[in-house]
């Protein structure tokens, strides 16, 4: 029962803003979507799955890209009401963001609940068309560059993916329709070319949005330039919703007995963007911008885990969901130092560690987290990864998995504790903490910090069930 | 009998009446009402009654020239498939003959234009030549594209398109949009040249027989109409059917000249002249027309597609 | 009929390879939209009748009318007559096209052979047409151009949907969800916005987010 609300409140809700006019209302509406969709998780988790009209399913499959979503909802709406106070957003920049952000959320939670790949690709679709506005809220010179080349390549994007679900119907023509769980029942008899010819564009197409090389390019842009929260729900968020439909359709070629073939594009992607953020994270001079080049880095370790397969899959999937948490507090936390500092760059920012104590250990933190550190699980998972490759006696893969993602390490290490080290300029001393700023991302690291020390047996299930 | 001898006398007449269309379309969209169709005859008729003035520091080649170019271009045309794709003269591998013919007109043009010894003229001629160049290969990638299909090398045989699947479409459609290409160009019509113009900087053929006079610009005119009816008379061999009646093919056929002339004039009314250096690129767009041709005949001729 | 309908949908996209002129690329576009109602109306009787006009509306009122005089008035305001320096000479863009369209072929025929279902002419023109879409939008600079090599590659999608003849009305009606982009760009366009940003719209001017490596 609370799946069509799920889907049916963020539209409905949207509609009597524009006649309220009231940011209390519009706050509140936000509030109780993200409520709703973390009780609907906890729900399905509880009562196990539902259906909605045959279109829509929640089940084991999908729960932890719900799960994900309502998180991050959760921790992001403090910030964004943060943000928009902060930039003293009018009453119609204020409107707009709240009806974006419902319009985005609900854009992942279809496409994430879409049984069918036709009516994923409509859902991704979606999220380009709902995020863009965020991009452009800033209203500078740069946000429009940001916005252009987000809407321009992500669209391009997606007509290739679309090409490349012609292709895969052509395959399933008269034995299958376009329904993942079809798809996989159905995979033996599918047509093994067209399968195989659809699969490239569908990496392509998908993998645009889910932000791997060499379709990155907008990625680093449009995080610099989008609000931060948003940014930390970009990251975290719309490059796994990608990668879930990605997933799926490698299953079905797993499924067809094209594991092969897969995993090599798959292997090609994540390597790819391995050496794309490698190279570029040393020279970028903006902390967002190095944010997102990390975020590329992690997504490219996560096609990695999946076509490596075997234990790796569990670490990709566990990645996944610790590179979510990590990259949004993160991304949280540096709008924080944005506000404090007046600058996104890495060379006007001395001293967090005085100026700001919380956020400064926030980042210091944070650091750690996404760099693997001991206590967190992106080690267990980078681990994991580097293991199976033995295991494998992918040497070669190996070196080069390592070589890369120390590079990476050593230029986010640069950047960050050039920022936390130093002695802070006067104004950045200004304004005292609030609790409200720091709080959501202490949580979501302290979960993280749990997960790593002593899994939960709740995240170790949700987490296996998704690699399913 | 009556196809050849219908051959000849359309030989006679329609040149001068594509030119005649074509001037006169261009007069109606300026505005203008035109010459009389057979206008370019009645010019024609003129200069052949006139005298020639000749240059004194020209040699033996000025003086040939223009009837050895007449000359050849109508040896072509005899070849070139005409009214129900009936040849006049007809033999194996008469369409490299045919080809060859065109282009020892087009040299002989060439070095009359050198031998007057004018730079105005030396320069048409060289952009002429360079425009050849270019012109000269699709002709041939094309023609030896329908040889390999039809497995013929004379006329009357190539254009029956036979083949299954998208291969007859192909060649026709590419074949008249190449034909009506080369129609513009070697008829010195607009995009390419301005039969019009009087500024000898800008001119192509014009600024050739600039020296030429009476009779021999009779000739030569006569020439460069027949060079446009003969790619008019290869447009109407792809585009009628293979199995016309052949009184049906004597009416259709003059039609479709017509029509070719005035889809040029049309093209002349609404279309400036390109750039000498944009020139090369409009012609290279020949060459990569005939050369889907023979990517169609490749791949879209077997019996899979 | 529509295998040269077809034919000169590809020959087009050649044309647009030799030229510069916006003009000549709005003109393009819109006689692709129109072959393309063309092909959808010889299918009249395939289709249920509501697919008949969602796509035909889509076909001639919006890609054939609707886009191009919407790009026609940005070009008229914005005063780009033509795309100057692209980054690869106008001549060695026809040779590109002449061999993206033989690359096409090659393609179609191994494709066909594979699968003799599949329409060989449109497929193959429709994959030559995909190419050089994305030639267009890596090579020009101009984001107007960008657009419009956005559209061709939407025109190729249509095309290939058309040669694949596949039996899936949703899908096919999902491929219209496409337009919704080029919308959003044409307004972003309309409203000048980039073009008053930047004094000259051109990717040239978005570069000031890029990082040195």
Redesign the interface.
């Known amino acids: 029962m609370i799946l069509p609300i799920l889907l049916i409140f963020p539209l409905l809700a949207a509609v009597p803003l524009f006649s309220l006019r009231s940011r209390r209302a519009e706050r509140s509406v936000l509030i109780v979507h993200a409520l709703l969709t973390a009780g609907a998780v906890i729900y399905w988790g509880v009562a196990g799955p539902e259906e909605f009209i045959g279109y829509f399913r929640a089940d084991s499959g999908n729960l932890l890209f719900l799960a994900l979503i309502a998180a991050l909802y959760l921790a992001v709406i403090p910030a964004s009401f943060l943000y928009l106070e902060r930039q003293k957003a009018s009453e119609l920049w204020h409107r707009i963001y709240v009806v974006a952000m419902l319009l985005f959320v609900f854009s992942m939670t279809g496409a994430v609940l879409a049984k069918n790949l036709?009516l994923f690709?409509?859902f991704i679709?979606a999220t380009?068309?709902a995020s863009?506005p965020f991009i452009y809220f800033e209203r500078h010179?740069?946000s429009?560059?940001?916005?252009?080349?987000y809407?321009?390549i992500c669209?391009?994007g997606?007509?290739i993916a679309?090409?490349g679900?012609?292709f895969l119907?052509?395959s399933a023509?008269g034995e299958s329709?376009?329904f993942y769980t079809d798809l996989i029942a159905n995979a033996p008899r599918l047509?093994r070319?067209?399968l195989l010819?659809s699969f490239p564009f569908l990496v392509v197409g998908l993998g645009t949005k889910a932000g791997v090389a060499p379709m990155h390019s907008w990625l680093?842009?449009a995080h610099?330039?989008a609000p931060s929260p948003v940014s930390a729900f970009l990251s975290g968020m719309l490059l796994n919703t990608a990668f879930y439909g990605l997933y799926r359709i490698f299953q079905v070629m797993d499924a067809a007995g094209l594991r092969r073939e897969a995993a090599l594009f798959f292997l090609v992607c994540g390597f790819a963007s391995l050496l794309i953020s490698a190279?570029?994270i040393?020279?970028?001079?903006n902390y967002k911008?190095l944010l997102a080049y990390s975020s590329i880095e992690n997504m490219g370790i996560i096609f990695i885990g999946v076509a490596l397969g075997g234990g790796a899959l569990f670490a990709a999937f566990l990645h996944l969901v610790a590179h979510a948490f990590a990259k949004s507090s993160l991304f949280i936390t540096a709008g924080n130092i944005a506000h404090r500092f007046g600058t996104k760059d890495i060379a006007g920012v001395r001293g967090l560690r005085e100026a700001d104590r919380p956020t400064g250990a926030l980042w210091g933190v944070g650091f750690a987290a996404i760099a693997g550190l001991p206590p967190f699980p992106i080690f267990i998972s980078e681990f994991l990864i580097a293991r199976e490759m033995v295991t494998q006696g992918r040497f070669g893969l190996l070196a080069a998995f390592l070589i890369l993602v120390t590079l990476v390490l050593y230029g986010m290490a640069r950047a960050a504790f050039g920022m936390y080290l130093g002695s802070a300029p006067a104004g950045a001393k200004a304004e005292p903490p609030r609790p409200i700023e720091w709080l959501p991302q202490a949580v979501l690291l302290a979960i993280l910090c749990l997960v790593g020390v002593a899994m939960p047996e709740v995240i170790r299930r949700l987490v296996e069930m998704a690699s399913l | 009998m009556t196809a050849r001898a219908l051959n000849v006398l359309f030989l006679l007449i329609i040149p001068f009446l594509m030119a005649g269309v074509i001037n006169r379309v261009k007069a109606l969209a300026g505005g203008r009402k035109g010459p009389p169709l057979l206008q370019p005859f009645f010019d024609t008729l003129k200069l052949l009654r006139k005298g020639a003035v000749v240059s004194r520091v020209t040699s033996w080649v000025f003086a040939v020239a223009p009837a050895l170019v007449l000359a050849a271009t109508a040896t072509a045309l005899l070849l070139a498939p005409g009214v129900g794709r009936v040849q006049t003269i007809a033999f194996d591998g008469d369409i490299v003959l045919c080809l060859y013919l065109l282009g020892l007109a087009k040299f002989f043009q060439l070095i009359s234009a050198l031998d007057t010894g004018s730079a105005f003229e030396g320069m048409g001629a060289s952009r002429e030549a360079l425009f050849s160049v270019i012109v000269e290969p699709s002709l041939f990638l094309f023609a030896g594209t329908l040889a390999l299909v039809s497995g013929t090398t004379s006329f009357g045989g190539l254009f029956t398109l036979v083949g299954s699947g998208a291969w007859p479409a192909v060649a026709a459609t590419t074949g008249t949009l190449l034909f009506f290409m080369l129609m513009l160009t070697e008829g010195c019509r607009i995009p390419v040249d301005d039969p019009n113009t009087h500024l000898e900087l800008t001119m192509i053929h014009e600024v050739m027989i600039l020296d030429n006079s009476g009779p021999d610009l009779a000739f030569l005119q006569y020439a460069a109409a027949l060079k446009m009816y003969l790619f008019a008379l290869l447009i109407a061999a792809l585009v009628l059917p293979v199995d016309i009646a052949p009184f049906q093919a004597a009416v259709v056929l003059p039609l479709v000249a017509l029509l070719c002339a005035l889809l040029a004039g049309i093209v002349e009314s609404l279309v400036a002249r390109f750039r000498i250096s944009h020139v090369p690129q409009f012609l290279f767009l020949t060459v990569a027309l005939a050369l889907i041709a023979l990517a169609a005949a490749v791949y879209f001729r077997g019996g899979a597609v | 009929m529509s295998q040269i309908l077809t034919i000169l949908f590809g020959v087009g996209i050649l044309y647009l390879a030799l030229t510069s002129r916006m003009r000549t690329y709005i003109q393009v576009i819109a006689l692709q939209g129109f072959i393309l109602f063309l092909l959808i109306a010889r299918d009249f009787g395939k289709l249920d009748w509501f697919t008949f006009f969602f796509l035909s509306f889509e076909t001639l009122a919006f890609k054939t009318i609707i886009v191009p005089a919407v790009l026609w008035r940005i070009v008229e305001r914005t005063h780009v007559a033509r795309e100057t320096d692209p980054h690869i000479p106008q001549f060695g863009s026809v040779v590109i096209g002449t061999a993206v369209f033989l690359a096409g072929f090659a393609v179609t025929d191994w494709v066909s052979r594979i699968d003799p279902s599949v329409d060989a002419l449109p497929f193959g023109i429709a994959v030559s047409t995909l190419i050089i879409a994305f030639f267009i939008i890596l090579s020009r600079k101009k984001l107007i151009t960008q657009v419009m090599g956005y559209m061709l590659m939407q025109n190729a999608v249509s095309l290939l949907m058309i040669a694949m003849a596949v039996e899936l009305p949703l899908l096919v009606n999902l491929g219209v969800l496409l337009d919704i982009f080029t919308l959003l760009f044409l307004f972003l366009l309309f409203l000048g916005k980039l073009h008053s940003t930047y004094e000259e719209t051109s990717r040239e001017k978005l570069t000031s987010l890029r990082d040195q490596p």
């Open positions: 036709g690709w409509v679709e380009t068309l863009a010179q740069s429009l560059e940001a916005t252009w080349k809407v321009f669209s391009v997606i007509a679309f090409i679900i012609l119907a052509l023509k329709d376009l047509g070319f067209w010819f680093p842009d610099s330039e190279v570029y040393s020279g970028a001079t911008r």
